[in-house]
């Protein structure tokens, strides 16, 4: 149908707005929005709903017709919420131990190792246990090495003697460990019980302390931690005249951190020393890469093994230091021969 004039319909009646606009006279209206009127539904005034949820889905249906993505906002929302419930659980387990965050390096260091008591320590075992826990461990250490292989590098639990009578009877009896027996200490694993420890399950160790070694950089014992501040907690300890008594020779200092490896070699070609407790990237270094490292007087090595990490990793869970250990320390030639045959006991601590 064709309409003279315009298009508009019979009954229809302007807008304010629009019929202000056809005034010069008039002054333009200007409508200012709000924020909240920028996420109101305009129809939600007259449903009685304008004020309930500003993020409610239906008003942002009237705006923009779909909900907003709200995948990044929900992803930070969990991330918070999982964060609360680690500190949370973090907070309890320290609360349970007594920790407290105001407290000096040395009491934390006890307080931590006292948890680690109430659990249990690995070196608790059994040699034989040992022996296979330290097996599946250095596996990891030679993922490339056949089982025969493993075989003449693994460090055995017992040796065996057999004997065969006149009567075609064959008699084993178990001789020396190349890992010692410590089952019989029943009391805390830190160093505020290694003297005691020493001195109670390791007593020839004990005794080869007190006395001074013929040649320079040799030591009776090598102690193997795994961080350079462990290893200055250990040396403090093993310095005392308990064990050292007035003729037992120093106890060396052996890590990365601070020292050249020429420092330790000068260091060690020039002291008698009875005890080396080092880091075994530094203690590998000095056996293979040296000769300041005089092996010829070792009887013991102790693995730092009860101790744990700020991750709570013990000294063979940390994939550097364990390799470390089995690839540079217990593989050197002289230490491997000496564990075989008997004169070079391994220790877990």
């Not at 694993?189 to 005691?196: G, T």
């Amino acid at each position: 149908m064709n309409h003279a004039g315009d298009d508009l319909e019979d009954d229809f009646v302007l807008d304010d707005t629009v019929a202000l606009s056809g005034d010069e006279d008039t002054e333009p209206v200007v409508t200012r929005l709000d924020d909240e009127d920028v996420f109101v539904d305009p129809g939600s005034e007259d449903d009685g709903q304008g004020g309930e949820d500003e993020d409610d889905a239906e008003d942002w249906n009237g705006i923009n017709g779909s909900p907003p993505n709200t995948t990044v906002a929900d992803k930070k929302r969990k991330r918070r919420e999982k964060e609360k419930e680690r500190k949370a659980k973090v907070r309890d387990e320290r609360k349970a131990c007594g920790w407290r965050s105001n407290v000096p390096y040395n009491q934390k260091r006890k307080l931590a190792e006292a948890a680690e008591d109430l659990q249990g320590s690995i070196a608790e075992q059994s040699p034989r246990e040992l022996s296979d826990y330290l097996h599946s461990v250095q596996t990891k250490s030679f993922p490339n090495h056949s089982s025969i292989e493993l075989e003449d590098i693994r460090i055995p639990g017992a040796f065996y003697l057999s004997l065969l009578w006149k009567c075609k009877l064959k008699l084993t009896i178990q001789t020396e460990s190349s890992i010692a027996d410590t089952t019989q200490w029943t009391g805390p694993r830190n160093l505020d019980h290694l003297v005691d420890f020493i001195s109670k399950t390791l007593p020839t160790l004990r005794l080869r302390l007190g006395q001074r070694s013929k040649s320079n950089g040799a030591p009776t014992l090598l102690y193997v931690a795994g961080a350079a501040l462990r290893v200055a907690d250990v040396c403090r300890v093993l310095k005392t005249k308990q064990l050292r008594g007035d003729k037992g020779g120093e106890v060396a200092k052996l890590f990365a951190k601070h020292f050249k490896l020429s420092q330790h070699v000068t260091y060690l070609k020039q002291t008698k020393i009875g005890a080396a407790v080092g880091t075994p990237g530094r203690l590998g270094k000095l056996l293979n890469e040296t000769d300041a490292l005089n092996i010829s007087a070792l009887s013991h090595i102790i693995l730092d093994i009860t101790h744990k990490d700020s991750k709570n990793r013990n000294l063979l869970e940390i994939p550097e230091t364990r390799d470390e250990i089995f690839q540079t320390v217990l593989k050197n030639e002289g230490i491997l021969k000496g564990i075989k045959e008997g004169k070079i006991q391994v220790v877990l601590f």
